[in-house]
């Protein structure tokens, strides 16, 4: 069965860090893009960061610049997300994302796992 599999969650002080990674099983042909999202209690999912091998770049939301990077490796397909400087705001449970089609520039995220709880304490 193929999917995402997200870990490294957990409870952090504010101003820790944590390292997410994200892995998929199943799949024997490469990615094109993949991402992290968050969504924290009573709130919208939203974009955290991506990184496209189809257009060779990486993206932050602008809440996260600075902070997170964003690496990964699609012949593996797997992608990691290193959290610094971790803020209370940063709470949500992350999921992680790819895209497997390829056929746009701006990725079309087609698989998601199911989640990994981040908890920041103040």
């Known amino acids: 069965q193929v999917q995402l599999v997200e870990s490294g969650g957990g409870l952090v002080q504010a101003g820790g860090s944590l390292r997410l990674s994200c892995a998929d099983s199943g799949r024997t042909f490469r990615s094109y893009a993949m991402g992290w999202f968050r969504q924290a209690p009573g709130k919208e999912r939203e974009f955290v960061a991506a990184?496209?091998?189809?257009?060779?770049?990486?993206d932050y939301a602008d809440s996260v610049k600075g902070r997170f990077t964003i690496s990964g490796d699609n012949a593996k397909n797997t992608v990691y997300l290193q959290m610094n400087s971790l803020k209370s705001e940063d709470t949500a449970v992350y999921y992680c994302?790819?895209?497997?089609?390829?056929?746009?520039?701006?990725?079309?995220?087609?698989?998601w796992g199911q989640g990994t709880q981040v908890t920041v304490s103040s």
């Open positions: 994302a790819a895209d497997f089609k390829g056929d746009s520039y701006i990725p079309s995220w087609d698989s």
């Open positions: 990184i496209s091998w189809k257009a060779g770049i990486t």
